[in-house]
């Protein structure tokens, strides 16, 4: 049986850095996809604790959260996770695990609307010792505010926070995010999709995604990628494994995105030895799905 090392090592895609995207390839459906060199040089990865360079990122899971509720849950009522400070710790011990388990970065996709607290990434950052890259972006359900934005003015949002540094801290982002679910999207994800490849195109900062793989949503999503010119070797398409439709996934590969296979359970144990055991349909417990 593999080591928990050495499954990670199989299972996760490549890191994800501000410069650089690597990217998967299939010849032909039948092919096994295989992963190719870069195109450039890797570049610079933002993390919470400062901009590090491509080649320090080392083992990288692609689409974590360390803390995901919805705008300002912890302020209003931090007791329900029992108190900020016992929350941090008991990431920080989760974080270290992580650390001992091959793990030296993780991407945290939780957006604004999620939740975002840049001050605890910070934190659990600097203690835990894992490298923490933070995200610009929205997720699923619109808040009335960017609801009411069309799409270059969030293209325009996600780019200050980019340049500037998010919220009051000076933290920039090392992605942006963008999330659609089911088997079409709602006006406003569409909107978010267009304005992530725009700040994309403006900034170099790759894109990261939240997709339905069960309903083929990296198709929809990469359709929007095509109409506004984004190079696919800057996008991750994530949530993968939850698909076992190889000429979907080949498809999507063979344009040059990456594939995130990021939704793990609980233990991955189980996974290393019975993996129809966590596909669709079946009863093992599952990440939150965001």
Known sequence: ?????????????????????????ASNAAAPIQPIAPPR??????????????ERMGFTAPHE?????????????????????RFTSSAVDRMKVAKAAGIDTIVDCTTADLGRDLRLLQEVSRRSGVQIVATTGHWLTPTPSFEARTADELADFFTLEIERGME??????????????????????????????????RTGVPVTTHSDARHR?????????????????????????????????????RRGY?????????GCRRWAVAPTAFLPGSTGRRWSRS
Request: hydrophobic share 40%; charged share 20%; glycine share 10%.
């Open 258 to 266: 990456t594939l995130g296979v990021d939704h793990l359970f609980y």
């Open 168 to 201: 009051d801290t000076g933290i920039k982002p090392g992605v942006i995010k963008a999330a659609h679910e089911g088997d079409g999207m709602t006006p406003f994800q569409e909107k978010v999709f267009r304005a992530a490849a725009r700040a994309s195109k």
């Open 65 to 85: 959260h360390v803390l995901a509720s919805s705008t300002d849950f912890m302020r209003l009522w931090p007791e329900y996770r029992g108190g900020r400070s």
């Open 217 to 253: 949503g990296g198709e929809q999503q990469a359709a929007i990628f095509k109409q506004e010119a984004l190079d696919p070797r800057t996008v991750c398409i994530g949530h993968n494994d939850e698909s076992t439709d190889f000429d979907y996934l080949a498809g999507l590969a």
């Open 1 to 25: 049986m593999a080591t928990r090392r050495q499954f990670l090592a199989q299972m996760a895609v490549a890191s994800i850095a501000a410069g650089s995207v690597p990217m998967v390839h």
């Open 41 to 54: 040089k890797l570049g610079v990865a933002q993390t919470v604790l400062g901009p590090i360079s491509g």
